[in-house]
């Protein structure tokens, strides 16, 4: 099955009339102009990174269509959870730089009030946000309000028990929830099309889900499927799944390092489908972006960035032993033990 696709990689119109999208010179400029401001942003976090500021950052280049694309779909007051990697959609909410870096600076265990942004805090334990997603949908169905809930994973915790229980959880009890996976096409080594014979979307259609796949890095494409899938949940009509297609072009997170796993020439391939280019090009063929437009987002760029390193600097760097003591109420033996021993290596470097 192709995916949908509304705007192919050299930024042409396609037709689908299943998908109808009101294009708007400000509905484009809008997209692409958050895109870019994650873009940047994600380029600064790893710049913060690399100079030491930031203990890890795990970055969301080339996914920043299937994010904007999807979370610009829903209702500000729809609640979303999200794994990991999902900046863009978070900056999408209005969560904060230095929200979104404390937690990757050790900061703090977790950086903003979910019930502020209606947007759940990062969850490192793969797909243990389906579950809490699915549970969260019921209290939904049982307040009778018309939110839905949208929840993000990735074609890696696809694999996980959580997903595939989520899948059936939510058919079969027909809540408001709308699962959207990045398949990012890698997980950290793995590639995705060794953990699955089927694809993911048929898969979720296996377990009585409506689902969908998508071009996600046409940011038109997503964003048409997503609020019209929305739409469907939203009036009763049960969980849905979309799966986008789209690549993680960076490597996993800071730590990785995907030229030992992954040939050039695939990244080669996907940056000619590059979400952001492919939507300036129908900016400028459509003459949808002048001068003056141009030059105040470089400029506004520039400032988010530089924003972006203040806000980060100036969180306070934690005492790692507030960590060990913040887990448990009553810490186990393990955990004592483990402590002692950080504390031991932290003291080796005393010179
Ligand atoms: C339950 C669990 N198992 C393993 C890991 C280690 N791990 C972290 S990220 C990752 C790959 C996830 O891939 P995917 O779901 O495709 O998301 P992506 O990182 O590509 O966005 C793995 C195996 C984990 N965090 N949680």
Not at 87 to 102: D, F, K, N
Request: net charge negative; glycine share 6%.
């Amino acid at each position: 099955m192709e995916p949908v696709q509304l705007l192919d990689p050299d930024g042409r119109l396609t037709q689908d009339e299943n998908w109808p999208l009101e294009l708007t010179p400000e509905l484009c400029r809008d997209l692409y102009r958050r895109m870019r401001l994650a873009r940047r942003f994600d380029e600064q976090a790893y710049v913060l990174q690399r100079q030491g500021e930031l203990g890890l950052w795990l970055q969301s280049l080339g996914q920043e269509a299937a994010q904007v694309g999807s979370i610009s779909a829903v209702r500000p007051d729809d609640h979303v959870f999200p794994s990991y990697r999902e900046h863009a959609a978070a900056l999408c909410r209005g969560i904060t730089p230095a929200e979104l870096l404390v937690q990757w600076r050790g900061s703090r265990n977790s950086g903003w009030d979910p019930a502020t942004y209606r947007f759940h805090i990062y969850t490192l334990v793969l797909a243990a946000q389906l579950p809490h997603a699915t549970g969260y949908a019921m209290g939904v169905q049982r307040d009778g309000t018309d939110e839905i809930v949208l929840a993000y994973f990735g074609d890696g915790a696809a694999s996980e028990g959580e997903a595939n229980e989520t899948f059936n959880w939510a058919a079969t009890t027909e809540v408001p929830l709308l699962l959207f996976c990045q398949n990012n096409q890698w997980a950290i080594s793995t590639p995705a099309h060794t953990q699955t014979r089927t694809s993911l979307h048929q898969r979720a259609q296996g377990f009585g889900l409506e689902a969908h796949l998508v071009d996600g890095n046409d940011i038109l494409a997503v964003h048409a499927v997503t609020a019209a899938v929305a739409e469907r949940v939203r009036s009763g009509g049960g969980p849905a799944m979309i799966e986008a297609q789209t690549y993680r072009m960076a490597g996993h997170s800071t730590s990785d390092d995907p030229d030992r796993y992954r040939d050039a020439s695939e990244l080669d391939s996907w940056k000619t489908r590059d979400p952001i280019h492919r939507l300036e090009r129908l900016l400028e063929e459509r003459g949808w972006m002048n001068d003056g437009f141009r030059a105040d987002l470089e400029a506004e760029c520039e400032v988010f960035a530089n924003r972006t390193s203040q806000e980060c600097k100036q969180l306070p760097l934690q005492d790692v032993s507030t960590l060990f003591n913040t887990v448990l109420a009553e810490p186990t033996p393990l955990l004592t033990e483990e402590h002692r021993r950080y504390a031991e290596l932290v003291a080796s470097f005393a010179e």
